[in-house]
């Protein structure tokens, strides 16, 4: 009985410096807020066309206010950001985006994005902050970030789908996004046809 103790003893270091590794190895849990989220490295990537598979429809009400579904854009580029105020990497992506959908509003492309678990006031200030122009959803349950659950995972935030004129989603970055990568997807997706 008494190597039990010992081994058990022995073992702790072993115990908590796997606990430490889980803890504060390179993992990307810094989304903020306290709630549980993971942010992405911010890699992008385009689909191929045969691997591409259809948006759900989502729909709601925007942060203004104003009824919004994803089908009001058939026919059109559809960039999709979740974000949240609370977000450290959504803060440091939202001027990338915004200058994007300035950049491609030309070019058929609408912007859409998902307020995520998020107080309106907070938000609204999100907005006003970065100058957003482009509507967002409000999504205090989870409820329309979950239906992407197919092509994002569910803890990921910020993220951002490309989704095609066909209504099937085209590239994705998970994590925060840049002006550069963001810009060379919309364009690669807007110019097909």
């Not at 889980?22 to 849990?29: A, V, Y």
């Not at 938000?123 to 205090?140: C, K, Q, R």
């Not at 935030?157 to 996004?177: E, H, N, Q, Y």
């Amino acid at each position: 009985m008494r190597r039990l103790p010992r081994l058990a003893f022995a073992l702790i270091p072993l115990v908590l410096l796997t606990v430490a590794a889980c803890t504060f190895g390179d993992s990307d849990i810094d989304s903020g807020g306290g709630q549980g989220f993971v942010a992405g490295d911010g890699s992008a990537q385009v689909i191929d066309a045969a691997d591409r598979v259809a948006a759900p429809e989502i729909a709601g009400q925007t942060l203004t206010g104003a009824e919004l579904a994803l089908s009001d854009f058939a026919g059109e580029v559809v960039v999709l950001n979740l974000w949240a105020s609370w977000c450290g990497p959504c803060r440091a992506e939202a001027p990338a985006l915004q200058e994007v959908y300035t950049d491609s509003r030309s070019q058929g492309v609408m912007f859409v994005g998902i307020n995520s678990k998020d107080q309106e006031a907070a938000a609204a200030a999100f907005e006003s902050n970065f100058g957003i122009t482009y509507p967002s959803l409000v999504d205090a349950t989870g409820e329309l970030q979950l239906a992407f659950y197919d092509s994002v995972p569910a803890s990921s935030i910020p993220w951002t789908l490309v989704i095609d004129r066909d209504g099937l989603i085209a590239a994705r970055v998970l994590g925060p996004s840049t002006y550069s990568a963001l810009s060379d997807l919309v364009n690669e997706v807007a110019a097909e046809r």
